[in-house]
């Protein structure tokens, strides 16, 4: 990992919560005691106006993490290399101490398909997400981590695992990883592996930030449980079961709460991100016992 | 599809080609899963594609609903659905910031026939996106009306005003601002009056977007502002088209909302 890494402002290893217009009075008001907050880089791209005002009263008070939504780098295409340009001005004017992107890709010939589109695990895709990473990396003169995605396909051409992709890419190009307990459980219910086999495989010492949501339950062609990644609910039981397992082998870890469609009321988001506080202190208890 | 077909589609498939197959079957609803995906249980993964088909539309439909809340009260949920989806069918977004998409959804309402007997929905839409604009532009501090005693009186007819950013004018033969005032406080629009047209005035100064309708004359004066034409030469624009053009009255609504925020002398300038 030997990108320059920007020091300051560091995301601490508690909860956090993503950042809503909707909230922004209630924190304002309250100060609640909570770790740190995540925004969506595409929401702070204006040129001005309060979204840009409110941020800067918020990272005033807390530290702040990035995270972009709309970069592509999945993509067989260049990266947009404006949208480039306005995460740097972004990264230079805030001081994020985390920023994170997606194994994924959402634009082609010109249009933008507002969604995580899954990517094929071949060699060639690995070269472009590894080239497309360097120049991130590079552009913004720090280190990035990249989320694991949920998937609802997985493709014939793919000659390695969601696994052997990221820990590529990771070692690479020196980036992170950001490991999304929710996608990790909706992808291994979509496929039919195992969620605990895959955490116990996961490169754990890369990754930086922890992403817990929600998820809504389908049905795929043959009837079988179809989980879709809605960040529009609580965490799922099972998801937080798999959070205490990881923790217990990660360590203390960064770790947000995402809730993006059908918001909650802050304090119900806020009730959340103590739930996870709560994991994190009861395996730190573990630990300590453990070295006793 | 059998087996030998599938073996060389995976031999001869490029990342560029895959992509290019997703998006074609991601854009036609009636189309089948893509042949480069998996098939669990040996079956073509519809409803599995589908997915990401309708996160796509459900997400654009969300983002179109949140920009155009007028819009959408005017014509109802379903219409508003059905109709946003055929815009994003129609001009897809081209960049990732939600907030610039919609900006020709105007034009389109314009001319889309199922919505032609509520033709004042295109300049509704130009309204709300207006108003979107002035609430993400840039900021910048308005100056006061007394700035302008500072300059030589001889030379005033010759000031050039830097308007605010987050401004946009609009010019709608129909009554676009009381339409929009009613429907955005839960009246009904069925009591306006559609015989007049209104000129609006859509800015930013600070935290809140100001909607305002412009008297009569306001609209020629500040577009000649707008496209650079010296103060003089604005008044007289607007004194042609209006009989008894107040200036002094309309600088005083202009300063007053804080659309001023440079007047510079062209003799100055060089």
């Not at chain 1, 991100?273 to 016992?289: K, N």
């Amino acid at each position: 990992m030997d990108t320059p890494a920007k020091t300051s402002s560091a995301i601490p290893p508690r909860a956090g919560v993503g950042l809503k217009a909707a909230h922004y009075s209630p924190i304002q008001e309250q100060r609640p005691d909570i770790g740190w907050f995540e925004v969506h880089a595409e929401n702070y791209m204006g040129a001005g106006g309060p979204p840009h005002r409110y941020l800067e009263a918020i990272r005033r008070d807390y530290p702040l993490s990035l995270h972009g939504v709309g970069l592509s780098i999945g993509a067989d295409k260049p990266l947009d290399r404006d949208h480039l340009t306005r995460l740097k001005r972004l990264n230079e004017r805030y001081q994020p101490g985390l920023f994170s992107e997606h194994l994924a890709w959402s634009t082609h010939d010109d249009f933008f398909f507002n969604d995580l589109l899954p990517v094929p695990y071949t060699q060639e895709a690995l070269t472009r997400c590894a080239d497309h990473i360097d120049q991130v990396q590079e552009t913004l003169g720090r280190q990035m981590l990249l989320e694991n995605p949920s998937t609802y396909v997985t493709f014939e051409d793919s000659s390695m695992s969601e696994i052997e992709f990221l820990r590529s890419l990771s070692e690479r190009t020196g980036c992170g990883l950001l490991l999304d307990v929710n996608n990790v459980f909706v992808s291994a219910t979509n496929h039919g592996y195992s969620p605990e086999d895959y955490l116990d495989a996961f490169p754990i010492e890369r990754v930086g930030e922890i992403h817990l949501g929600g998820h809504a339950r389908d049905q795929d062609d043959a009837g079988a449980p179809l989980l879709i990644d809605a960040h529009d609910r609580a965490v799922a039981d099972p998801v937080w079961t798999l959070y205490a397992r990881t923790i217990g082998r990660s360590g203390d870890l960064p770790t947000l709460i995402e809730w993006d469609n059908e918001l909650p009321s802050w304090q119900d988001l806020f009730a959340e991100a103590q739930a996870a506080d709560a994991i994190l202190v009861q395996s730190q208890l573990e630990r300590s016992r453990v070295a006793r | 599809m059998p087996s030998w077909c599938k073996a060389s589609w995976s031999e001869a498939v490029s990342l560029a080609e895959l992509q290019s197959d997703f998006i074609d079957s991601l854009r036609t609803p009636s189309a089948a899963a893509p042949e480069s995906l998996a098939t669990p249980g040996g079956m073509r993964p519809n409803r599995r594609f589908n997915v990401y088909r309708n996160n796509v539309v459900v997400s654009l439909i969300e983002a179109l609903r949140s920009s155009f809340p007028v819009v959408e009260r005017l014509v109802g949920e379903e219409f508003f659905k059905a109709t946003a989806r055929a815009y994003i069918d129609h001009e897809p977004p081209r960049s990732p910031l939600m907030f610039q998409y919609g900006e020709t959804f105007g034009n389109f309402l314009d001319a889309f026939p199922p919505a032609a007997s509520v033709p004042y929905l295109g300049d509704v839409a130009r309204l709300e996106f207006a108003r979107l604009n002035a609430y993400h532009a840039q900021d910048r501090v308005p100056i006061a009306i007394t700035h302008l005693s500072t300059l030589p009186p001889e030379q005033l007819g010759e000031a050039e005003f830097q308007l605010h950013p987050s401004l946009t004018l609009l010019s709608s033969r129909w009554p676009v601002f009381s339409l929009w005032a009613a429907s955005s406080e839960q009246q009904s629009a069925q009591d306006v009056n559609l015989d007049t047209g209104e000129d609006v005035i859509v800015i930013r100064p600070e935290y809140n977007v100001d909607v305002r309708c412009l008297p009569s004359g306001g609209y020629s004066f500040l577009k000649a502002l707008q496209d650079g034409a010296s103060l003089g030469d604005a008044a007289g624009q607007a004194s042609e088209a209006t009989e008894n053009f107040n200036l002094a009255h309309h600088l005083e609504g202009l300063f007053g909302l804080g659309a001023v925020c440079a007047v510079e002398l062209r003799n100055s300038k060089q």
